[in-house]
């Protein structure tokens, strides 16, 4: 079986875990196994690089922060490289460049746009361990781009793509995905498997457990994908696309997200074209809009309220003058300290009373809820960011999922 083995940056925290993983890896090659590693940077070493870059410059050249980026990734893979070597097996460390990644700026929201495996696919003929660093590809002129917080599991359903691998393997310190995060919700249990719109819901939503792109590259290309641990040895969490062993019909996870902000329009004229106008300058500016509600308008004027994450509303508002005065509206007002959280599961929106649950057992829990949203499979609701803790907590026992399926 060909595979792709993704170490998160826990999985490679320091040397021991280094040559611990590396053990891993060295064992599915005694069994059979053709083997191609990605790595993510050692522990907190993004944000380590990032500090380092801000105590140098307030605002550093997005291309400088990239060069500087890149080489957490790069530090992984040679050391990992020496692990493997050090243990009788032929490996070879390759940058995002060496791998063949080619991507297309922004710089740190890289998109990758093709892989040249060729190098990986010679190294692979040659008996060598490809271990390639995750997070980052390069433009047609060599120049790095990194692809995003978390994208290493991008960079490894990319290849898995590209090498036609029979499944991608990504390796954290949690042992796969689980009913809600761990960290929040104490006794979350693992999920057996999970299908491909469900995990991409959830990652939108903001579980961090998997990048959102990573996930729908595999849906698209139908590679199944495996969560598991890197410290013990647990069966984790395979997201496919094929009937899932649990049932469906139920919901499956309950999923946090912190640091949200909301914008609010007022009076807005009730006109055609008024919400391309308020959507097309945010969209140029590269800002996410999450929800988005319109209210029914009241002689010819509505408000109009959508979220976006907390990090872009500096920019958004930069933005808001000029809209209001285009559209005509009357102002603007904008909301932090907000969180959502969501109920997730295939074929939940089909049934009937899941909202109801979902709205009384926060109601129970007394949390007040700001603005909804649903999609097929998913119920969001957007809370006061201090009731995210226990909102997930009390959905998460409304729902039963804190005990067996
Ligand atoms: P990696 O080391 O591969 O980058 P991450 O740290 O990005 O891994 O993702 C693992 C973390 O995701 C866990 O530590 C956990 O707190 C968080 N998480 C959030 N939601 C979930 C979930 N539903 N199941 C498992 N982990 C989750
Ligand atoms: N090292 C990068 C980050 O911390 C990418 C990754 O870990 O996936 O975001
Ligand atoms: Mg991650």
């Known amino acids: ?31 059979g196994d053709q083997v191609v590693v990605v790595v993510s940077a050692m522990g907190n070493r993004t ?34 490289a020496m692990a493997l070597q050090a243990m009788g097996q032929e490996a070879i460390g390759l940058t995002g460049s060496q791998a063949g990644i080619y991507s297309r700026a922004a710089h740190g929201a890289g998109r990758i746009e093709r892989i040249d495996a060729d190098r990986i696919e010679d190294e692979l003929r040659s008996g060598r361990i490809p271990i390639v660093a995750g997070f980052q590809g390069v433009t047609e002129e060599l120049d790095y781009v ?23 393997e990504t390796y954290k310190d949690v042992e796969g995905v689980y009913t809600a995060d761990p960290r929040v919700v104490p006794n979350a249990r693992r999920l057996i498997d999970l299908h491909y719109e469900e995990m991409l819901e959830m990652a939108t939503q903001g579980s961090q457990v998997m990048h959102n792109r990573a996930v729908e590259l595999a849906a698209t290309h139908e590679l199944p994908i495996l969560v598991a641990s890197s410290m013990i040895d647990v069966p984790g969490t395979l997201i ?23 914008v609010t329009l007022r009076h807005v004229p009730d006109q055609r074209g008024i919400a391309a106008r308020i959507f097309e300058p945010l969209a140029e500016a590269a800002i996410s809009v999450d929800t988005i509600v319109q209210n029914a308008s009241e002689q010819k004027l509505t408000d109009l309220t959508f979220t976006i994450a907390h990090e872009d509303l500096r920019r958004a508002e930069g933005l808001m003058e000029s809209i209001c005065e285009s559209i005509g509206a009357n102002g603007y007002t904008t909301e932090t300290n907000l969180g959502k959280v969501s109920i997730v599961g295939a074929g939940i929106q089909t049934e009937s009373g899941y ?30 960011s201090d009731h ?3 909102a997930v907590n009390a959905l998460h026992k409304a729902f039963g999922l804190d005990q067996e399926a």
């Open 240 to 262: 496919h696309g094929g009937p899932e062993m649990e049932e469906r019909n139920r919901v499956r996870s309950v999923v946090d997200d912190h640091d949200i902000a909301k």
């Open 47 to 80: 944000d380590e690089l990032i500090d380092l870059a801000l105590s140098v410059s307030p605002d550093p050249e997005p291309r400088e922060l990239d060069q500087l980026l890149a080489t957490g990734e790069h530090m992984s893979a040679a050391l990992m």
């Open 388 to 390: 995210v803790g226990k």
């Open 146 to 168: 990194t692809l995003g917080r978390g994208a290493s599991d991008l960079t490894a359903v990319a290849l898995g793509v590209a090498l036609q691998a029979d499944r991608c």
């Open 355 to 384: 909202a109801a649950r979902m709205f009384r057992a926060l109601a129970d829990a007394n949390v007040n809820i700001d603005l909804i949203t649903t999609s097929e499979i998913r119920i969001t609701c957007i809370v006061h």
């Open 1 to 31: 079986m060909r595979v792709i083995q993704k170490f998160g940056g826990t999985s490679v925290a320091d040397a021991d875990r280094i040559r611990h993983v590396a053990g891993q890896v060295a064992r599915r090659i005694r069994n």
